[in-house]
């Protein structure tokens, strides 16, 4: 779509009020705890050739205050979630007293590397799983407990202790093989316009990262920093989330968090950010 009609559409729908400038997304270096430096802008992967030159974390796109506080996990607040699930880590639950210590020992050993593959290919389910439905199928089957809701604040504290062990760690999600089929559907999707805006996801983040779209400052859409902790609604956000919050900006009809096409989609989205490292829990506005 040509940027100008990009404009219209929006414009047309008052969707945005002040302009459309540009904003050079900023330069600057990303070093959690004075420790461990993190690839947030590198080379386009595979899945993304000729469509992108370079692939950028939405950690750029972010304000100077909002930046700082994701490198300090004092300052960061995602990380009390963390902490909640540490908690969540170690408490018996379900008809088979387990928790999941008690079979993964220390999620900083046994979680580590776990959130940069993830969605995968599951042989025995015969399935693409995301991180949440790995979890769920944990506590179902191992632990004989109820599942968590798909992006309840349990869930995305879960995925933010798992995330945040694999933290530098670069994404490297499989993209073909059994799961061929799946990053195809999802490549579809995210090429596929919708709602009265006639909006694409790539219409918005291949094509206009950088814009300034409602004060905010567009980004390549990458999900290497989810779970996401929003300023706007002070809580932690999971993938899903935001992919339903982007389909309903389109005024379109939304899929549901888990459901076929945003496990397709989030497996499509994840393989655009091979390479970059995983930032999760990430600070955003
Ligand atoms: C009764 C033992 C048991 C319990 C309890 C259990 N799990 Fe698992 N979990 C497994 C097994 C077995 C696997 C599969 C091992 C494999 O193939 O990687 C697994 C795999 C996983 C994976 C995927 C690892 C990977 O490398 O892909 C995650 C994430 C996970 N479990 C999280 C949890 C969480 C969170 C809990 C608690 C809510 C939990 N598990 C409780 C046995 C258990
Ligand atoms: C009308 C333009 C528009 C469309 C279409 C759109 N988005 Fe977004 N999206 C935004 C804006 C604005 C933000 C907030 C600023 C940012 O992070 O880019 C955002 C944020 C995101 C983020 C968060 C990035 C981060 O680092 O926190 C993800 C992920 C995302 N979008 C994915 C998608 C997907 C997948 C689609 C297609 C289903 C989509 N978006 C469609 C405008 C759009």
């Known amino acids: 779509m040509k940027k100008t009609a990009l404009i219209t559409a929006l414009l047309g729908a008052s969707?945005?009020?002040?302009?459309?400038a540009w904003a050079e997304p900023v330069e600057d270096t990303l070093i959690i705890n004075e420790e461990t430096e993190l690839t947030t802008w590198t080379d386009a992967?595979?899945?993304?050739?000729?469509?992108?030159?370079?692939?950028?974390?939405?950690?750029?796109?972010?304000?100077?205050?909002t930046r700082a506080m994701q490198a300090d996990d004092f300052d960061n607040p995602g990380m009390i979630f963390v902490e909640q699930a540490m908690d969540a880590w170690d408490t018996v639950e379900g008809e088979a007293g387990k928790s999941c210590a008690s079979c993964h020992g220390d999620a900083g050993e046994s979680m580590k590397?776990?959130?940069?593959?993830y969605p995968k290919w599951n042989e025995d389910a015969g399935e693409v799983r995301?991180?949440?439905?790995?979890?769920?199928?944990?506590?179902?089957e191992n632990m004989k407990a109820e599942p968590l809701k798909y992006t309840g604040t349990e869930m995305t504290s879960m995925l933010a202790l798992i995330s945040s062990v694999s933290r530098g760690m670069p994404i490297n999600v499989a993209?073909?093989?059994?799961?061929?089929?799946?990053?195809?559907?999802?490549?579809?999707?995210?090429?596929?316009?919708?709602?009265?805006?006639?909006?694409?996801?790539?219409?918005?983040?291949?094509?206009?990262?950088?814009?300034?779209?409602?004060?905010?400052?567009?980004?390549?859409?990458?999900?290497?920093?989810?779970?996401?902790?929003?300023?706007?609604?002070?809580?932690?956000?999971?993938?899903?989330?935001?992919?339903?919050?982007?389909?309903?900006?389109?005024?379109?009809?939304?899929?549901?968090?888990?459901?076929?096409?945003?496990?397709?989609?989030?497996?499509?989205?994840?393989?655009r950010g091979n390479g970059l490292s995983v930032e999760g829990p990430s600070v955003r506005n």
């Open 15 to 20: 969707a945005i009020t002040a302009g459309a």
């Open 130 to 140: 995301t991180l949440e439905m790995q979890v769920n199928a944990c506590r179902t």
């Open 113 to 117: 590397g776990v959130r940069a593959v």
């Open 175 to 271: 993209t073909d093989g059994p799961v061929a089929e799946t990053w195809e559907a999802g490549k579809e999707l995210y090429y596929t316009r919708t709602g009265q805006l006639e909006l694409s996801c790539a219409n918005c983040h291949e094509d206009n990262y950088g814009r300034m779209i409602r004060a905010d400052h567009l980004s390549q859409g990458q999900i290497n920093g989810f779970p996401v902790y929003r300023l706007k609604n002070t809580k932690l956000n999971s993938v899903h989330a935001r992919f339903k919050g982007c389909v309903r900006d389109t005024r379109a009809e939304t899929f549901s968090p888990g459901s076929p096409e945003f496990v397709a989609l989030e497996l499509y989205v994840a393989s």
């Open 45 to 65: 992967p595979a899945a993304v050739e000729g469509a992108l030159p370079e692939v950028i974390s939405g950690w750029h796109f972010r304000g100077t205050e």
